[in-house]
């Protein structure tokens, strides 16, 4: 049984940070790119990041240079480092398996909320 479980969100200032944490189970994480999205209220679901290896990662233009995605395969687990955090980084985020191997089902995600 797949579980996608995000933690780590919270009530921010502008300009603070956050790390999320999100631990896979179910699957070979080892084998699959991970990547992070989020939605904010009224809008569609986006990417944030992915990461295949340690060395090959992308992010959105939105976050580039401000967040960072990370992996640990030992432990199943996936993590976004959130510096210099702006307003418009609100939203819930969560975890799931890059495209085109993204699970239909999604997790409880964690909620991020970087008040002005």
């Known amino acids: 049984q797949v579980q996608l479980v995000e933690s780590g969100g919270g009530l921010v200032q502008a300009g603070g940070s956050l790390r999320l944490s999100c631990v896979a189970s179910g699957f070979t994480f080892s084998r699959y790119g991970m990547s992070w999205y989020r939605q904010a209220p009224g809008k569609e679901r986006e990417l944030v990041a992915s990461?295949?290896?340690?060395?090959?990662?992308n992010y959105a233009d939105s976050v580039k240079g401000r967040f960072t995605i990370s992996r640990d395969n030992a432990k199943n687990m996936v993590y976004l480092q959130m510096d210099s955090l702006k307003p418009e980084d609100t939203a819930v985020y969560y975890c799931?398996?890059?495209?085109?191997?993204?699970?239909?089902?999604w997790g409880q995600g964690t909620q991020v909320t970087v008040s002005s």
């Open positions: 990461i295949i290896s340690d060395v090959i990662t």
């Open positions: 799931n398996r890059k495209f085109p191997f993204t699970f239909t089902s």
